[in-house]
Each structure stands twice: as structure tokens, then as C-alpha cells.
């Protein structure tokens, strides 16, 4: 039996939800992880550090008994953002990030930025008080095709901004492109990036070869084998400027499943046996824990956890539920289509 026991590892990117939904989700996450940054994009998004503060409450008052995990607040970015508030939730100790959404580039980002100007003066703060930008890296321009819309905001956003404001610390989250991956490996040492368990797993045409298949459909959406390869690469290299964020983002099965359905995809339960699994087929398994337990800490200036996770590969397939039952309704959970045969132990 093989095993490889490794640091507390953290999510550097997830969506809990509220309600119902999050009392259903979070001990797949807390059982696993140590900590991880929550995404803002509630209905009404988290904007305030006051909200952050009573979104933190309701998060800590459904975790599972005897579950220690600590939830890393962010504030969603608006054209009415005060520079003021956002400081003093980063010293506060309650923000670890802001996260900027392009309006409308994804679910609940109608609120999101439309003018880039118009955020400057906070965005300055946080450059100048060391607080990280989170950005969903996608355009929303309507004739930019969706496969394209990563390496157009890079050009044409991302790049501009870096150059505007170069003390900015900029997280890349998700990244699903060659392209986001060169860029960040050509910047200097204040841009790094998140990538997901599913885009390391999953190309395009998962979505949509022999029918169309909701549960594989996210943003940014998933792209070429090429770009699933690039992802691949940087993930178990070890190189510090990329680390683990799941957006594993949970919807109940009806919000997926007919003719307009949300985007995301729900890995949480069996997230650190599909990384396993990666990097075992990668020859990286000794890199596995730079990626889940190491890098995404020293980006965000923590400590890594001092506890320790085991996994264990076992010769029988290791069984996940298909979904997740919660009071709102049940949720599919990612399934890799191939067996696992790692588990995190007990
Ligand atoms: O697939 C996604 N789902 N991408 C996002 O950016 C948002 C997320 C969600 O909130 O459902
Ligand atoms: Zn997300």
C-alpha cells in the first residue's frame, strides 16, 4: 500500500454559499482543509467588511463539531468600494483579499466592475497596504469568444493594470490557459496563480462530446487538451507562484440541470484524491504538497499548517457519493471518469 502523508493542506479558493447550501457543503471542505479563502458572490454579494464579519459568523456557526478550520474572508469589489473600509478589514485581521469581478463575467458578478478607473483609489490602498487582488481573469465584451475570454483579459486588463499599479499583488485565480500560465511565469514576483482540481483534469470536450453534460461546465470554462496540459505542467513543477483554489462551486442538481444552467462544479469530497491521483500519472507526488499545502501560505504571507494529512492508495476503488444531500436540495458531485484509487485517511 502506498502513502504520503503531507501538511494540512488549504483551499485558496472556494465558494461556500449561505443557508441551506453551506450547511450541506462545509465539512466536505473542513474535513479536508485547514483553511480556505471564501468567495464574496453571495445574493447580496459581501461588499463591506461588516458584511465579511457577519458572513465569517454564520460560517463559523454551522461548522461540524470537532472540524478546526478557519475561514479567509474576502470582499467583493464594487464601483463603490471604500478605500477606508477595506483597510481597516485588512487590519483588522478579518480580509485576506479583495476580489475583483468583471460584471457580469460569471454567477452573481452582475454588481462586479465595469470601469476600472473608477476602483483605482482602492485598489492604490491596497497596493500600498499589501492586501492581494483575487480576479476572475475573464472579459465580458460580447464578441469575444468564451474560449478566448482568459488570454483577452490578460492583454487587455490584466496586463494594463499590472503596468498602472506594478505594486499591486495580483492572484490569478483559476487559471485554464497556456497563455495565463506563461504570463504569470514571466512577471515578476507579485503575480501567482490558482488553479483548480477539475481543469486538471477535465479538457473541453468533457462539456460537450456525446451530449451536453452541465456538470462539467464552469468559468472560465474548460479548454483545449493543450491548455489542460500547460495546467498540468505548472500545478506539479512545484514552482511556487502556483497553488491549489478549488472553486469548487456548489449548485443544487434543478440550477445545472435545464436550459440555462449556472456555472460550476463541485469537487470538495473527493478534491485531495483526484490531486493525488494527478500527480501519482505526473511523477509528482513529492510536489503534491508545494501545491496544496506550501506555496498558497507563503503567497499569502501565513504559515503552513503544522498538522498533517495522509493518503492512502488503496487497491479497491475509493467510492464517493454521486451527490451531496442538503437542505436545499441535492447537489452532483465532480466525477473525474476514471476510478480513485487514493483516499485521505483517517
Ligand atoms: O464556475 C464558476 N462558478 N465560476 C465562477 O467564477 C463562479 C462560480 C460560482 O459562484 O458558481
Ligand atoms: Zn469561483
Known sequence: MKTITIR??????????DGAVMEGVIGDTSRHFA????????????????DAQAYRQRIMEVLPEGHRFQPLMTLYLTEHTQADDVEEGKRSGLITAVKLYPAGATTNSHGGVRDLDKVMPVLERMAAIGLPLCV??????????????????????????????????????????KEGIDYIKSAPANLAGSITTHHLIINRNAILVGGIRPHYYCLPVAKREHHRLALRAAAT??????????????????????GCGCAGIYTSPNTMSCLA???EQENALDRLEAFVSLNGPAWYGLAPNEETMTLVKH????????????????????DPMFPLH?????
Open 8 to 17: 494540512r493542506p488549504d483551499d485558496w479558493h472556494l465558494h461556500l454559499r
Open 35 to 50: 483553511r480556505a479563502i471564501i468567495m464574496p458572490n453571495l445574493v447580496p454579494p459581501v461588499v463591506t467588511t461588516a
Open 136 to 177: 476572475h481573469g475573464e472579459v465580458t465584451t460580447p464578441e469575444v469568444d468564451i474560449f478566448d475570454r482568459e488570454a483577452v483579459f490578460i492583454e487587455t486588463v490584466l496586463d494594463p493594470l499590472r503596468r498602472r499599479l506594478p505594486e499591486l499583488k495580483v492572484t490569478m485565480e483559476h487559471v485554464t490557459t
Open 237 to 258: 513543477s512545484g514552482d511556487p507562484r502556483f497553488f491549489l483554489g478549488t472553486d469548487s462551486a456548489p449548485h443544487v442538481d434543478p440550477s445545472k440541470e435545464c
Open 277 to 279: 491521483h494527478v500527480f
Open 315 to 334: 487497491d479497491e476503488q475509493a467510492h464517493f457519493p454521486a451527490k451531496r444531500e442538503t437542505g436545499a436540495g441535492d447537489i452532483t458531485i465532480f
Open 342 to 346: 487514493w483516499a485521505v485517511a483517517d
